[in-house]
């Protein structure tokens, strides 16, 4: 016995140490489907209760909304817009009109066509941590976001390929002036990685220029773009019931241009929302609504997604929390509403830990099941996010691929054939044997299960003479050595030429102004 176990020591030593040229293992590019049936947490007459109420919400409450263009645009279209309070009010109707034009599904095309995200259906994809403002490591501790952190963690972001596309901005870079550093972020986007992004849509030009420097990349035209979207953004509702003016203009513009927007009110139970589940829903889906027919008002067929970020606080300080079963309930319930209106759907797993710690992990992974229990297309904030989305955290960035990975390998189809069966083998191996020399066992063994990157299964003696890492300390051996690893894509010189010349041009249009 003694003489089994020390080789599955040793295997194990090889398998979970990061030191040396072995790569780190990860599932290969392929795209994530979800083969089961969603989760119906709530009944057909319950998502008719909360899609009236929200009617009722549209109807008769409306929404603030702080831009000029778009209070004329609802105007031209028959709803009901008081200018002096700027609250639009609009009918099921209208809404019904709007949702006859909108996609069940689309794709992203970035600069490399194999990364395509698609959206819609029964595909998931999953997007790195977009908008802290702060950037933690284990070895130089929490910080100011800033360009060279963000490019590391684009880097991280190119290197897994659970990472399906980037949010806006891993981290603030707040070194660079804020008017423009959006054209230093879009830039490290486009060259240290070949996936698609979301851009910045506080306002026209933000937008505007991560629309044109993908084009640019993918070697099209704006017009050309309008019809093959290759970036998204997400439009935060200010909740309760108010599109600010910078928000009301980005939709707009990525409308205009054909890009996907994905609109996402922000509704913390208690906070900015009714302290009930039912009635954070239906205050979110009339607000969701509310931004999709905006939409095609601008542009009949514009790609959109119905966004959902419902989560509640805590009672005892109003901080947010996230990863609650509250919040978990929230995305199951959200997905069905997505499915009634026939929109994607995006989503976000979150957690209020302060640390990459065992909070993190299980409220990170609380929230995931009911993103892909709720179908959720779109898993915006997947890797990376910690402090309540304040940190872009290096450690949890591998624990969240790790999490990620483990999903995606549950969300393959068990295989039921005669090899699979493995009937021969059972009648090969006799009474109280083992398998582990059966050829059945011998031609599968390297691939028969998930190989995990971070998870330690040494025994504790073993584990102690490797250094005793915990999964934390483990974590950040794996980000160094992926950054190592890492390669950046190829672009041609012409390409990035033009790009360096656009960031130019555009830094010296703004100036000291607004983008």
């Not at 990525?254 to 913390?268: D, I, K, N, R, W």
């Not at 929230?367 to 402090?387: C, F, P």
Request: proline share 6%.
């Amino acid at each position: 016995m003694r003489r089994m176990t020390e080789p599955r020591r040793k295997r194990g030593a090889e398998r979970t140490s990061n030191r040396g040229p072995a790569a780190i293992p990860q599932l290969p590019l392929r795209r994530v489907t979800n083969p089961y049936p969603p989760m119906a947490m709530l009944s057909a007459d319950q998502i008719e209760a909360i899609h009236q109420a929200s009617m009722h919400i549209l109807e008769n409450f409306g929404i603030e909304v702080m831009s000029s263009r778009a209070l004329s645009l609802f105007e031209k279209a028959g709803a009901k817009v008081d200018h002096a309070s700027m609250t639009v009010r609009i009918d099921r109707g209208m809404v019904d009109q709007a949702l006859g034009t909108t996609r069940s599904s689309y794709t992203l095309t970035p600069r490399n066509p194999v990364r395509a995200v698609h959206l819609g259906g029964n595909t998931i994809n999953f997007t790195l941590v977009a908008g802290p403002p702060n950037v933690h490591d284990m070895e130089r501790g929490r910080r100011a976001g800033n360009l060279r952190d963000y490019c590391d963690l684009t880097r991280l972001a190119q290197h897994f390929n659970c990472v399906h596309m980037l949010g806006n901005q891993v981290c603030a870079p707040v070194e660079l002036p804020a008017n423009s550093r959006h054209l230093d972020t879009y830039f490290a986007n486009l060259t240290l990685t070949d996936k698609s992004f979301h851009v910045s849509a506080i306002g026209r030009g933000r937008a505007l220029d991560g629309i044109e420097m993908m084009a640019i990349a993918r070697g099209l035209t704006l017009d050309e773009m309008r019809d093959d979207p290759g970036v998204t953004t997400i439009i935060s509702v200010n909740s309760p019931r108010r599109f600010d003016e910078m928000m009301a203009e980005g939709l707009m513009t990525m409308a205009e241009f054909g890009q996907s927007v994905a609109v996402t009110p922000f509704t913390l139970m208690g906070a900015m929302s009714p302290v009930t589940l039912a009635g954070a829903l239906a205050q979110q889906n009339a607000e969701a609504l509310f931004g999709v027919v905006l939409t095609q008002l601008v542009r009949p067929g514009a790609p959109v997604m119905y966004g959902a970020f419902t989560s509640n606080v805590d009672m005892k300080s109003g901080a947010p929390a996230f990863g609650t079963p509250e919040n978990t309930k929230a995305n199951i319930a959200s997905g069905q509403l997505a499915r009634r209106y026939g929109l994607p759907y995006r989503t976000t797993p979150g957690s209020a830990s302060n640390a990459a710690d065992a909070q993190g992990a299980y409220e990170t992974l609380m929230a995931l099941w009911g993103a892909v229990l709720g179908h959720g297309n779109l898993v915006y904030h997947a890797a990376g996010w910690q402090e309540g989305g304040l940190t872009a955290s290096f450690e949890k960035f591998i624990i969240d691929v790790e999490m990620i990975q483990h999903m995606m390998e549950f969300l393959r189809p068990i295989e039921v054939n005669e090899a699979e069966l493995a009937v021969e083998a059972l009648g090969a191996v006799p009474t109280g044997g083992h398998f582990f020399g059966e050829p059945h066992t011998l031609e599968r063994y390297a691939t028969a299960f998930y190989q995990p990157m971070l998870s330690n299964w040494q025994n504790y003696e073993a584990w102690q003479e490797a250094g005793g890492l915990d999964a934390t300390a483990r974590a950040t051996r794996l980000w160094k050595k992926a950054l190592e690893d890492h390669v950046e894509p190829a672009m041609d010189i012409s390409v990035r030429e033009a790009l360096e010349a656009y960031v130019a041009r555009r830094k010296e249009a703004i100036g000291q102004g607004e983008p």
